[in-house]
């Protein structure tokens, strides 16, 4: 059964949750596009989802449970979304796992390593290899993987979190210059910043509320990268005509450091 009966273009946000996943597809629904939503937990999606509905019209946005440790899930959640939805014209891998304090190697468990990894890197193969067939076939489409500092460089604390950023950078290399010359816009975005959110952006703010840093909370979008500002850039990837393709772009707000982290 069809749920885009008006044959819109296709967005899959996968790792969609409050933040950079839920801002991303808001801005690509409010340009005419209906939103796919992978995720792990049903309650997330569904609150975003009925939100996505209720300010862009209802069928806007659905959601499907998918765990991207598992390949036969992400398997089984986008041929739902390609028998519900249609073929996927974007793809956005925004998956990241990572601990808020970190743990040093020899306290690192092979299960959280191997689990983030799966997220952080597998999870994108897979759901890559979902989509590239119906945009060979289309010739054209835009893949935008979500990066960080990590997929740079390795910090203490940060094992079972790097090395899966790491070869995700790898892999949107690979995809690039595999398909690029086929009409395949892939593109990495490094996040060099903590995002202005429940998790990371949220200690952020508590530990400056403890220290009484009255400039930094008056001015946090100088100090905290703003999920709905780096949708916009999103979108901009998507819309580069073909003559100036960026592979890889970084943003970080304007007092956030820049060369420490590179």
């Known amino acids: 059964m069809s749920y885009n009966p008006g044959k819109k273009p296709v967005i899959a946000v996968v790792g969609?949750?409050?933040?950079?996943?839920e801002a991303v597809a808001r801005r690509f629904t409010s340009e005419g596009f209906v939103v796919a939503l992978l995720a792990r937990?049903?309650?997330?999606?569904?609150?975003?989802?009925?939100?996505?509905?209720?300010?862009?019209?209802?069928?806007?946005?659905?959601?499907?449970?998918?765990?991207?440790?598992?390949?036969?899930s992400v398997i089984s959640s986008?041929?739902?979304?390609?028998?519900?939805?249609?073929?996927?014209?974007?793809?956005?891998?925004?998956?990241?796992?990572?601990?808020?304090?970190?743990?040093?190697?020899?306290?690192t468990?092979?299960?959280?390593?191997?689990?983030?990894?799966?997220?952080?890197?597998?999870?994108?193969?897979?759901?890559?290899?979902?989509?590239?067939?119906d945009m060979l076939a289309r010739g054209q489409g835009?893949?935008?993987?979500?990066?960080?500092?990590?997929s740079l460089r390795g910090s203490p604390g940060l094992s079972s979190f790097s090395p899966g950023k790491f070869g995700l950078r790898s892999l949107?290399?690979?995809?690039?210059?595999?398909?690029?010359?086929?009409?395949?816009?892939?593109?990495?975005?490094?996040?060099?910043s903590p995002v202005d959110g429940k998790l990371i952006g949220g200690v952020r703010r508590r530990q400056w509320q403890r220290e009484?840093?009255?400039?930094?909370?008056?001015?946090?979008?100088?100090?905290?990268?703003?999920?709905?500002d780096l949708a916009h850039i999103y979108w901009f990837l998507h819309t580069q005509p073909r003559s100036t393709w960026t592979h890889e772009l970084d943003v970080r707000p304007q007092k956030e450091g820049m060369f420490s982290k590179l």
């Open 212 to 228: 009484g840093a009255v400039e930094k909370l008056e001015n946090i979008e100088a100090y905290l990268l703003q999920p709905t």
């Open 172 to 192: 949107a290399q690979i995809v690039a210059r595999e398909y690029q010359d086929q009409g395949i816009h892939a593109a990495h975005v490094i996040v060099d």
């Open 78 to 107: 986008f041929r739902a979304i390609r028998a519900e939805l249609g073929a996927v014209h974007v793809l956005v891998y925004n998956a990241g796992a990572r601990r808020v304090n970190g743990r040093l190697i020899l306290d």
């Open 16 to 21: 969609a949750g409050p933040g950079i996943g």
């Open 142 to 150: 835009t893949i935008i993987y979500t990066g960080a500092t990590g």
């Open 41 to 72: 937990t049903e309650d997330k999606l569904r609150t975003m989802a009925e939100g996505i509905d209720a300010d862009f019209g209802q069928g806007t946005a659905r959601y499907y449970i998918t765990d991207l440790r598992v390949e036969d």
């Open 109 to 133: 468990t092979t299960e959280e390593f191997e689990g983030f990894t799966k997220i952080n890197l597998f999870g994108a193969f897979w759901s890559t290899k979902c989509v590239l067939p």
